[in-house]
Nanobody, 126 residues
Framework: QVQLAESGGALVRPGGSLRLSCAASGDNFRAYTFGWFRQAPGNEREFVASIKRYGGATVYGDSVKGRFTITRDNAKNTVALQMNSLKTDDTAVYYC???????????????????WGQGTQVTVSS
C-alpha cells in the first residue's frame, strides 16, 4: 500500500512554468507505476502523464506533449511533473496516482491505478 501527497500547485501566468511533486510513503516505491491526471470544473478527468516502474518509460497525453515532463526519484520516493509553456487550458486540480502491474495500453486509464492523492490546484491566468 502507498500514500500519496501532491504539492506545488499555484497561480501562474500563461507561458510560465510550474513543478508539481508527489511524495509517496509505503513500501516498494520502485515497483509502482505513477501517473498524473487532472480535472477542471465541469470536465472529465484527463490523463496527463505516466512513468513506469523500474526502467521509468514515460507516456504523455496529447495536450501536454512537448511541454510537460514526468520524472521519478526512487531514492527519495518522489514523482515530479515539470510543466512549461503553461496555457489557461492547463488550469485544473492535478492528481498523482499509483498502481502495480499496469501495461502500456492502460497507463492512460484512471481506473487502472489503485492509489490517489488529494490533488493540488494549478491555475493559469493573467
Amino acid at each position: 500500500q502507498v500514500q500519496l501527497a501532491e504539492s506545488g500547485g499555484a497561480l501562474v501566468r500563461p507561458g510560465g512554468s510550474l513543478r508539481l511533486s508527489c511524495a509517496a510513503s509505503g513500501d516498494n516505491f520502485r515497483a509502482y507505476t505513477f501517473g498524473w491526471f487532472r480535472q477542471a470544473p465541469g470536465n472529465e478527468r484527463e490523463f496527463v502523464a505516466s512513468i513506469k516502474r523500474y526502467g521509468g518509460a514515460t507516456v504523455y497525453g496529447d495536450s501536454v506533449k512537448g511541454r510537460f515532463t514526468i520524472t521519478r526519484d526512487n531514492a527519495k520516493n518522489t514523482v515530479a511533473l515539470q510543466m512549461n509553456s503553461l496555457k489557461t487550458d492547463d488550469t485544473a486540480v492535478y492528481y498523482c496516482a499509483a498502481g502495480m502491474g499496469l501495461i502500456t495500453s492502460t497507463l492512460h486509464v484512471g481506473s487502472a491505478y489503485n492509489y490517489w492523492g488529494q490533488g493540488t490546484q494549478v491555475t493559469v491566468s493573467s
